[in-house]
Each structure stands twice: as structure tokens, then as C-alpha cells.
């Protein structure tokens, strides 16, 4: 059973920036694709994020697209998200998924879809205020 425990999340000025990190335990970190989902008060779960087994191949969704930066230490087991130029319209609870599916080499359109993933974090806030 993959364990995923998000942190990094807090209270930011609009400009500002945060990295959220994403630490896995329980399987074989190196073969999953992972990804990064949002939630805002009232709406639905959207993707942000996703990057391949070996980190070689990423996708962002374009809200995000030039602000946000997707990573990955398979040596820590641990993902990243660094955001940047944070916007008030980035204020959710982030989460990151993982597939035991995938490729080290691309990303498959099913991993920007919630239904793409296996397991999923806890999730953690990300506050921007304007």
C-alpha cells in the first residue's frame, strides 16, 4: 500500500512563492508516475501537474504553465512543486497522486485525468492572498 504525505502548504502574499513536497513510502517510488491535483472551496478537483518515472518528461496544465514547476528525487522518494508569481486564484488544498502505470519517457493522457491515479495524499492548503 503507497503512502503519500503532503507538506510545504501555508499562507503566501500574491508574488510570492512555495514549494510543496509530496514524500511516498510503501512501494517502488521510481515506477510511478505522479502528479499534482487542486481543489478550491466550491469547485472540482483539477489537475496541475505530472511528471514521468524518471522525471525526464512533465506536464502542466496551462493556469499554471510558466508559474509552477514540477520535480522529482526518486533517491528520496519524494516529489516537488515549486510555485512561483502566486496568484490569489492559486488558493486550494493540493494533492498529489500516484499510478503504478505509466513510462519513464512520457506522459499518458490519463494521467491528467483524477482517474488516471491509484493513491492519493491527505492533501495540504495553499492560502495566496491578494
Known amino acids: 500500500q503507497v503512502q503519500l504525505v503532503e507538506s510545504g502548504g501555508g499562507l503566501v502574499q500574491a508574488g510570492g512563492s512555495l514549494r510543496l513536497s509530496c514524500a511516498a513510502s510503501g512501494g517502488t517510488f521510481s515506477i510511478y508516475t505522479m502528479g499534482w491535483f487542486r481543489q478550491a472551496p466550491g469547485k472540482e478537483r483539477e489537475f496541475v501537474a505530472a511528471i514521468s518515472w524518471s522525471g525526464s518528461s512533465t506536464v502542466s496544465a496551462d493556469p499554471v504553465k510558466g508559474r509552477f514547476t514540477i520535480s522529482r528525487d526518486n533517491a528520496k522518494n519524494t516529489m516537488f512543486l515549486q510555485m512561483n508569481s502566486l496568484k490569489p486564484e492559486d488558493t486550494a488544498v493540493y494533492y498529489c497522486?500516484?499510478?503504478?502505470?505509466?513510462?519513464?519517457?512520457?506522459?499518458?493522457?490519463?494521467?491528467?485525468?483524477?482517474?488516471?491515479?491509484?493513491?492519493w495524499g491527505q492533501g495540504t492548503q495553499v492560502t495566496v492572498s491578494s
Open positions: 497522486a500516484a499510478d503504478q502505470g505509466g513510462s519513464s519517457r512520457y506522459i499518458a493522457s490519463r494521467h491528467t485525468r483524477q482517474e488516471g491515479y491509484d493513491y
